[in-house]
């Protein structure tokens, strides 16, 4: 199964699981005594009183907090800049990120940015960063998901769009791991059912592309089988009922642990395919482009027999114990699209044309060309230029 024997792990966030954990928050030893808080430029957070809530937290242990709520559901470098001008302006000396990934991941630009000089893309490693060395430590992050999606809780890095350039990159630094991540499954109950699929199927993927990766190994396999077992079993469940708080319990695991699995190994091409989709149409949900594209990606990986023993155990994980082919995987992935009810979306729905899948190509390359060494079979141009055509409705 070509397992690689040896990993190099590290996560140094404490993580407090399970439903209520939120209440706890007051109990904990945090990293300061004036806070930022972080939130969307939504309206969820409030009207569903996590935000109160966390606030009268934070008031309990002696924190001091001030909100900043200016951060769009694809992150980019001036919502960083903002963020981090709000956090040096109001003296905080740890941040809050309060939401789901996006929210999460501006929190990491803006630590960065809160204690360094310059612009965000002068630490960006990759497309047309400057990669400079990150000099002062970031400030802390604790972190407080309501979604299940990103795995972000759990790791170091924090995907950012640089507009101007149509960038979808990340930054990453063990810095940037929260000191203490709270994942409360009762804050993921108001979440409709359409983004439960979408960020359910965002940790999905975590977890198939690590599996798949030339670099797994016994420590991220052991995470992927769990989180793929898990999604495939209850985010039907939390997609039908949100109140549902076993099936977001058991989604919320998932997610975490295909977190784990991103400390562990680079994921596959994928997640540079819909990067490059979601960079020039920013109202795109990153789950939604990776669901549109993902028949047609693992299509690819299973005719090109990248790894047939793999995709059949995968399609074990996902419900079909009789599985026998590499192609039994597709049909497994199928099955539960359909059982969430996202089979069917429309990358014409969100402004996408079939023109513009050259430079979808190139901006993937060029942007993202890292991911594509964890490809067990490499791509042409030409072949992923068919991925996005093969997906296009």
């Given amino acids: 199964m070509n397992t690689i024997l040896n990993y190099n792990q590290y996560v140094p966030t404490h993580i407090l699981f399970g439903a209520g954990q939120l209440n706890n928050l007051h109990a904990e030893q945090l990293p300061g005594k004036k806070a930022l808080i972080i939130i969307s430029n939504g309206k969820s957070t409030r009207a569903n009183g996590y935000l109160a809530r966390t606030e009268a937290q934070l008031k309990e242990a002696g924190v001091e907090t001030t909100v900043f709520d200016g951060v769009a559901p694809n992150p980019t470098v001036e919502n960083a800049a903002a963020g981090a001008k709000a956090a040096r302006e109001s003296g905080a000396d740890f941040l809050v990120a309060l939401g789901g990934g996006s929210v999460m991941d501006c929190a990491k630009a803006i630590a960065l940015l809160a204690t360094n000089d310059g612009e965000l893309w002068d630490y960006i490693l990759i497309g047309s960063g400057k990669g400079q060395p990150i000099a002062n430590r970031p400030l ?184 026998t082919r590499p192609e039994d995987f597709i049909m497994a992935l199928t099955k539960l699209q359909e059982a969430c009810g996202v089979a069917d979306l429309k990358m014409s729905d969100y402004g996408i044309t079939s023109d513009e899948f050259e430079k979808f190509m190139r901006n993937t390359r060029e942007v993202m060309g890292i991911m594509f060494t964890a490809d067990r079979v490499q791509m042409s141009d030409a072949d992923i230029v068919k991925i996005y055509a093969d997906s296009y409705k």
């Avoid at 791991?177 to 804050?187: H, R, Y």
């Avoid at 420590?219 to 209850?234: C, F, G, T, V």
């Fill in 140 to 323: 802390p992050i604790v972190a407080i998901t309501t979604t299940a999606g990103t795995g972000s809780e759990s790791d170091g890095a924090g995907v950012i769009t640089k507009e101007d350039t149509n960038e979808k990159s990340f930054i990453m630094h063990p810095a940037l791991f929260p000191v203490l991540s709270i994942v409360d499954p009762e804050l993921m109950v108001s979440v409709p059912a359409k983004f439960t699929a979408f960020q359910g199927f965002d940790a999905l993927f975590h977890s198939v592309e690590g599996f798949v990766s030339a670099g797994a190994n016994l420590a991220s396999d052991m995470y992927a089988r769990e989180a793929i077992r898990n999604l495939a079993e209850y985010l039907p469940r939390a997609v039908k009922d949100g109140c549902d708080l076993e099936a977001r319990t058991r989604v919320a695991f998932a997610n975490t642990l295909s977190g784990a699995v991103m400390t562990l190994t680079l994921l596959t091409s994928e997640h540079g395919l819909e990067h490059a989709l979601s960079a020039y149409h920013p109202n795109l949900p990153h789950g939604a482009g990776l669901i549109m594209i993902s028949k047609a990606y693992f299509t690819y990986f299973v005719e090109h027999h990248g790894c047939d023993d793999r995709f059949v155990e995968l399609a074990h994980l996902m419900g079909m114990p009789e599985a």
